[in-house]
């Protein structure tokens, strides 16, 4: 089962800003960086934000993301329909010395 | 055209073993680490197994450890995973990734194939 716990769903309007956490320990938030993955049902992940809250050539300013301690957020602000899909934190585990995702927020614009 | 593309799913008994293929393009495959992630239907991504750029590290989940084998051939810019010993919950779908220069550094993993998928039935 995942270490990363992350709230299973989260919804907002169009224009609307919307935050996912991504709850972890010591052995992966705290002691390495967390990215996001967004994954379109049916389509391959995307990388959307590396090294905490960098983001990859292409993907929009409106995600961002930040943490604190043990744990992440990603921000959506601006929300659109387009950005109705299931989102993924990730981080390495010094403890188990691999990849760890989180359980995957659903995220839906009402 | 920076691709990954994936090959050797299919439906295997329980018990019985198959070997994934991942074939590298448009990047220099031996300066990067590549991973294995699978998704269970209707479920959460799952990281599977890493390996090194040079092929010396390799790291697997705890529930694949001892049954699967991450390898890589430089020469072919092809990434594999040895599946042994099959389970009815490693059906999923089996991406591979591309991840940073090194195993656990924070660049995420930036380039994904289509998926495999694997059935054990």
């Known amino acids: 089962q995942s270490v990363l716990t992350q709230p299973p769903s989260a919804s907002g309007t169009p224009g609307q800003r919307v935050t996912i956490s991504c709850s972890g320990s010591?052995?992966?938030?705290?002691?390495?960086?967390v990215n996001w993955y967004q994954q379109v049902p049916g389509t391959a992940p995307k990388l959307l934000i590396y090294n905490n809250n960098q983001r990859p050539s292409g993907v929009p300013d409106r995600f961002s993301g930040s943490m604190s301690g043990t744990s992440a957020s990603l921000a959506i602000s601006g929300l659109q329909s387009e950005d109705e899909a299931d989102y993924y934190c990730?981080?390495?585990?010094?403890?188990?010395?691999?990849?760890?995702f989180g359980t995957g927020t659903k995220v839906t614009v009402l | 055209e920076v691709q990954l593309l994936e090959s050797g799913g299919g439906l295997v008994q329980p018990g019985g073993s198959l070997t994934l293929s991942c074939a590298a393009s448009g990047f220099t495959f031996s300066s990067y680490s590549m991973s294995w992630v699978r998704q269970a239907p209707g479920k959460g991504l799952e990281w599977v197994s890493g390996v090194s750029g040079g092929g010396g590290g390799t790291y697997y989940a705890d529930s694949v450890k001892g049954r699967f084998t991450i390898s890589r051939d430089n020469s072919k810019n092809t990434l594999y995973l040895q599946m042994n010993t099959l389970r009815a919950d490693d059906t999923a779908v089996y991406y591979c990734a591309k991840g940073g220069r090194l195993i656990a550094a924070g660049k995420g993993f930036d380039i994904w194939g289509q998926g495999t998928m694997v059935t054990v039935s």
């Open positions: 990730a981080a390495w585990d010094d403890g188990l010395n691999g990849q760890v």
């Open positions: 010591s052995s992966n938030i705290r002691g390495n960086t």
